[in-house]
């Protein structure tokens, strides 16, 4: 009989019995009482042994999983042992492979550099250009504007649309 169970029977027992008026005492089927004892003593070697039983074959299991620790310990050194001479050649390998980026990284900011200077100087011709266009439509527009105010051509405006021409 599990214990627990029994404890709860003495408990039960406990709570059914008629309490004495005026004291905390109560008055306990003593027949019942005893039994669930009886049982108590009987039941708990049993559960010492379930236990004992449970302590041993952790006990086993825990040896077991030494064991195989030690073994997949073993294994895995003697994977890193023949690792080790593949290491040196894979280091090799992952030295050049650094080189060759940082050799690419370096050719690639030269290139970049490169463009954005052409981009730079093609971006100031552009502009040069632009405003030597401006210039000439802002002296047409002078040159057209002073001819209809006056009637005449305007001498300012062709001298500075000679300089700009050139």
């Known amino acids: 009989m599990d214990i627990l169970h029994l404890v709860d029977r003495l408990e039960e027992l406990f ?7 005026l004291t905390h005492n109560v008055i306990v089927d003593e027949d019942r009482f005893l039994e669930i004892i009886d049982q108590m003593r009987i039941s708990i070697p049993e559960e010492v042994k379930k236990a004992q039983q449970i302590l041993a074959q952790r006990d086993r299991v825990l040896a077991q999983a030494q064991e195989e620790s030690a073994r997949t310990v073993a294994l895995a050194k003697q994977k890193a042992d023949e690792s080790v001479s593949r290491d040196a050649i894979v280091q090799a390998a992952q030295s050049r492979s650094e080189q060759i980026l940082l050799q690419a990284r370096a050719e690639a900011e030269a290139t970049r550099s490169e463009a954005d200077e052409y981009v730079i100087d093609a971006l100031g011709g552009l502009e040069a250009e632009l405003t030597r266009l401006v210039n000439q439509a802002r002296n047409g527009i002078a040159k057209l504007s002073a001819e209809r105010n006056r009637g005449t051509p305007a001498p300012v405006a062709e001298a500075a649309e000679e300089e700009d021409e050139r």
């Open 15 to 21: 709570n059914s019995s008629r309490p004495i008026p």
